[in-house]
């Protein structure tokens, strides 16, 4: 059986290109595998430094993800630093890391093209999520398109390490993206992201919803000439939510003329109304039983850790690291 892997930062609302992108795979997938969910609130730490808010963060994706579908009698689900063998392989992962490439790093360059200044934590992010990867001894993926080079530097650092020790001490693992989906645009067209403030959260309601879908970014055709649903940003967004035949018909009202970005932008709304308004109900019923949330969190953790264990000793043993008791 395949193990499949994939993690999402706690570090804020969630949004739908996280939804389509990747946890509707990862919701999917819980029936096809051996399945490993977590937070990575270690990674968090690369931008958040206020404890009670990395705390609040991770419960509300843990509540996001379980209203959403994610079933942990199916994978296992847990908090990334209930594993500290995790840290412990980035450390020797790192000592087999080029700096070289980790200036390659896009979301790395990005962030420095930014002005920020960047810490050691975010220059070596790559090698932290590698060893999430790699100490599960995953073989999928599944993530967006922006998470591709990190899993290529997965692959690359699994490769290292088996032939330094000349033993398959680690397996190759694969991204797994899905091209309709690989990039969700947000509401100005570029890719829907927390850092360029045009998401719309999955759990966005009422006035906040409305607004966003209304300020959604469209070009000036007049309202009865015809339009090209493939280049509109509604349209984008619609034919995430709408079955085909609805999709089809929104398309050729479109291509006819006489129907309006308005029009589409009522219709998105209603449509993204409905998707979610079970998810909607069922979280709010989770928020009443937190102790249910936690003791998931604390099951999954003791799994992820087993694994995580069973993986590292022979690292440890091999790489000669003495251990007295
Ligand atoms: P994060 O938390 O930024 O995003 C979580 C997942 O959502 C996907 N995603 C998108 N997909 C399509 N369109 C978009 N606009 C969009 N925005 C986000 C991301 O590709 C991702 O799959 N570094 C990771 C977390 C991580 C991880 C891992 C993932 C840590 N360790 C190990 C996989 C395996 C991240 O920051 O994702």
Known sequence: EKTILSGIQPSGKLH?????????????????????????????LTSVSDGKRLK?????VVLDYLALGLDPEKCTFFAQSDVPQTT?????????????LMEKGVAYKDKVANGLNPNIGLFTYPVLQAADILIYHSHL???GEDQKQNIEIARDLAGKLNRAYDRELL?????YIVKSVATVPGIDGR???????????????????KKKVMSIQTDSTALEDPKDPDTCNVFALIRLFADDDTREEIAGRYRAGGYGYGHAKKEL?????????EARDRRKKLTENMDYVIDV??????????RAESVMEPIRETTGLFRSF
């Not at 509707?24 to 990674?43: C, K, P, S, T, V």
């Not at 969190?297 to 087993?306: C, S, V």
Request: proline share 3%; charged share 25%; with cysteine.
């Open 171 to 175: 397996i190759i693992p694969e991204e």
């Open 56 to 60: 609040e963060y991770t419960l509300d």
């Open 269 to 277: 709304l209603g449509l993204i109304e409905g998707y979610f308004a």
């Open 141 to 143: 993926v599944p993530v």
């Open 191 to 209: 890719k829907m992201s927390k850092s360029y403030n045009n998401t719309i959260n999955i759990f966005d309601e009422g006035k906040v919803l």
């Open 16 to 44: 739908i290109g996280n939804y389509f992108g990747a946890m509707r795979q990862h919701i999917r997938m819980q029936e096809e595998g051996d399945a490993f969910y977590f937070l990575a609130n270690y990674h968090s």
């Open 297 to 306: 969190l604390r099951e999954g953790g003791i799994k992820a850790r087993e």
């Open 88 to 100: 412990e392989l980035a450390w020797i992962l790192g000592c087999h890391t080029p700096v070289s």
